[in-house]
């Protein structure tokens, strides 16, 4: 079965870019016709879905994030990456990776805090 | 954009309670939602896909319904394992999910 891992710093300072990794074990990223999404739900708040890559590398990001984000795949590693930059307070938040149809995620991971301060 | 509603944003019932949240999109989305169950510190799990397609593991008491702009999730019989927040969730364009409803036991 598969699971997936996030990775990365759980502090990052305002105006930089936060960098997390999802690692995929049981099953390869590149196989399958599956989107690879980045959710975000800040302490006490709501699901909010940041954007995914499809298997053949296309992505598709919430327009109101757009212009911050990038979403990247590195399939010798089995990883997907998320990139935000100039990064606020507004941006702390537990950040879940998951894969899914074109509808659904389905396969979560645990989820991992990033809080943005000084 | 689509917006999502839901309602009520919390709610308490007892166990065996019939639980009914609603989820209301701003725009026709045909069965274009998801429900999903989020416990407390952990990851939402998916329960009901196209609106009313129970997902493989799903106890059937949960239960889905609505197409369209108005959307009704059910929980039958109200267990202490379902406390949790449940979110409906569309895909007419790109994804967003509702404000989520927390449910508890009185």
């Known amino acids: 079965q598969v699971q997936l891992q996030e990775s990365g710093p759980g502090l990052v300072k305002p105006s930089q870019t936060l960098s997390l990794t999802c690692t995929v074990s049981?099953?390869?990223?590149?196989?399958?016709?599956?989107?690879w999404s980045w959710i975000r739900q800040p302490a006490g708040k709501g699901l909010e879905w940041i954007g995914r890559i499809y298997t053949s590398g296309s992505t598709n990001y919430n327009p109101s994030l757009k212009s911050r984000v990038t979403i990247s795949v590195d399939t010798s590693k089995n990883q997907f990456s998320l990139k935000l930059s100039s990064v606020t307070a507004a941006d702390t938040a537990v950040y879940y990776c998951a894969r899914g149809n074109w509808n659904y995620a389905n396969y979560w991971g645990q989820g991992t805090l990033v809080t943005v301060s000084s | 954009d689509i917006q999502m509603t839901q309602s009520p944003s919390s709610l308490s019932a007892s166990v065996g309670d019939r639980v009914t949240i609603t989820c209301q999109a701003s725009?026709?989305?045909?069965?274009?939602l998801n429900w999903y169950q989020q416990k407390p510190g952990k990851a939402p799990k998916l329960l009901i896909y196209?609106?009313?397609n129970l997902e493989t593991g799903v106890p059937s008491r949960f239960s889905g319904s609505g197409s369209g702009t108005d959307f009704t999730f059910t929980i039958s019989s109200l267990q202490p394992e379902d406390i949790a927040t449940y979110y409906c969730?569309?895909?007419?364009?790109?994804?967003?999910f509702g404000p989520g409803t927390k449910v508890d036991i009185k």
């Open positions: 196209d609106a009313s």
């Open positions: 049981g099953g390869s990223i590149s196989s399958g016709s599956y989107y």
């Open positions: 969730q569309q895909y007419d364009n790109l994804l967003t």
């Open positions: 725009q026709d989305i045909s069965n274009y």
